[in-house]
């Protein structure tokens, strides 16, 4: 099994295990072979050409081997490279590997630069979705934070949760910046300590987010069960899950990576320890598909008793209205997906991970803080009060000039 670090770069990192084992090979018949000046069977010693390791083997024998077994790159072929072992050392292989190992069809020049130019437009895509984001979760933030009227724990977690979306924000962007700014860096390759603590920041924002999601959801259960208890006790217990948890899931994953499979720069999910994190975001949105349920069940019942106030009522269909909306649309996909192996349905997923995923933010500004109603009364008073003391300020001005 080849370990990947992307599945574009199986074929680098092919050759690169089998280059290792020849020199393996080289370094330790040349620790076993005679001291010099004593006399040695005269043979080819083991070589690599690049492609092949050759055996050593004595003058007058040849040796054999088959065209590299790569799926996707080579056709299967029943055809062998042969080389002679001369009195000057390895003859030249016959055939030649390109006419002995037959590529697949990797199509043509127009193709790849189609799919260039996709993956570009992609990149504007999404750049533009999390810059537009960004900008507005940070403004949301910011009118929370100044008008003390909307300082409340339901609000207070809708921050934390905007702070989640700042995060992953910026973590994309990291992670490009690191990972994607050199071209002559090759990527395959790459392993060094910044690429790894960009993608261990890009997991922790992106359980973050999920976590934050399920936080949501949770707080909205308990406003429906809890009506008359104080839901200031329970903020502490929010914080932990939301940020603690995926500290937590992510330090586990980076132990694990760097005790058991540590290379590339983490960023491949074909691995195995891929569901250290993947498992927790499945989880959450588990649960949260069972509050949005649960939550369903109870505002129905809510809505009917005659008991509830209409302020209440109000409350809970305004928080309910964009909880309920969140859930499924930040969980369906991510489960549609969890369903298939990782190179299955890649354009799809990278369109709706990437490009849909980048615009989440500021659907979520919008839905928590631009579209609320109590936001909207508050900004609105403020605005009065603000243009009320502006025509003072100048009526104070005009009478001074007067009385002068």
Known sequence: KVRATH?????????????????????????????????????????????????????????????????????????????????SGWSFPSPPYYN??????????????????????????????????????????????????????????HIHFFTSFILRGAAVFIKDAVLFSDESVDHCTMSTANCKAAIAFFQYSVLANF???????????????????????????????????????????????????????????TSLYWWVIKAPILLAIFVNFLIFLNVTRMLAQKIRSPDISKNYKQQ??????????????????????????????VDARLYFELVLGSYQGFLVALLYCFLNGEVQAEIKRNWGKWQSSMETNVFNLATQDFTA
């Not at 130019?117 to 933030?141: D, N, Q, R």
Request: proline share 4%; glycine share 6%.
């Open 211 to 269: 976590y934050w999601l399920l936080v949501e959801g949770m707080y909205l259960q308990t406003l429906l069960l809890l009506t008359f208890t104080s839901d200031k006790r329970y903020i502490w217990w929010y914080i932990l899950i939301g940020w603690g948890v995926p500290m937590l899931t992510v330090c586990v994953w980076v132990v694990t990576r760097l005790q058991y499979d540590n290379h590339g720069c983490w960023d491949d999910y």
């Open 100 to 157: 002995a190992c037959e590529l697949e069809a990797i199509g043509s020049n127009n193709d790849t630069e189609a799919k260039a130019s996709y993956f570009v437009t992609m990149k504007v895509l999404y750049t533009c979705g999390y810059s537009t984001s960004l900008a507005a979760l940070c403004l949301a933030i910011g009118i929370f934070s100044c008008f003390r009227k909307l300082h409340c724990t339901r609000n207070s977690i």
């Open 7 to 87: 599945p574009d770069c199986s074929v680098v990192l092919y050759f690169q295990e089998q280059e290792a084992e020849c020199l393996e090979i080289i370094r330790s018949e040349r620790q076993t072979s005679a001291p010099l000046g004593t006399p040695q069977q005269q043979g080819c010693l083991t070589e690599w050409d690049g492609v092949s390791c050759w055996s050593a083997v004595p003058v007058g024998q040849s040796r054999a081997v088959a065209c590299p077994n790569i799926l996707h790159i080579f056709k299967k072929s029943e055809a062998l490279i042969r080389r002679n072992c001369t009195e």
């Open 316 to 345: 809970y269909m305004r928080l309910t209205k964009s909880t309920l909306l969140l859930i499924p649309l930040f969980g369906v996909h991510y489960v549609v997906f969890a369903l298939f192996p990782e190179h299955i349905g």
